[in-house]
Nanobody, 127 residues
């Protein structure tokens, strides 16, 4: 069973950048497709981005496409989310998630397809 710990959140002005990290332990990191989700106050947890086991396939929500970049380092058991050109509407708690899959190229966008979740890191973007 894998444990996930997010870091890198904080307060930033609109137009700024943050890099989130999610460190995994207790499992074989390369066995998992990874995803980032976010939950704004009073809203549901929404998909942000996903990356396949081998890192060759990535996928983004339309709202972040062109501004966010997901990547992973299997040697460091870590997945990243580089967030540029941040907007106030990006304010949320960001969660990383892991899904056990055999296919090394598959990505998942559905929340209920993920097996493990981190505790989240808060991102606040001021106007």
């Amino acid at each position: 069973q894998v444990q996930l710990v997010e870091s890198g959140g904080g307060l930033v002005q609109a137009g700024g950048s943050l890099r989130l990290s999610c460190a995994a332990s207790g499992g074989t990191f390369s066995s998992y497709a990874m995803g980032w989700f976010r939950q704004a106050p009073g809203k549901e947890r929404d998909f942000v981005s996903a990356i396949s086991r081998n890192g060759f396939t990535t996928y983004y929500a339309d709202s972040v496409k062109g501004r966010f970049t997901i990547s992973r380092d299997n040697a460091k058991n870590t997945v990243y989310l580089q967030m540029n050109s941040l907007k106030p509407e990006d304010t949320a708690v960001y969660y990383c998630a892991a899904r056990t899959v055999r296919n090394t190229y598959v990505v998942s966008t559905a929340r209920d397809e993920y097996d493990y979740w981190g505790q989240g890191t808060r991102v606040t973007v001021s106007p």
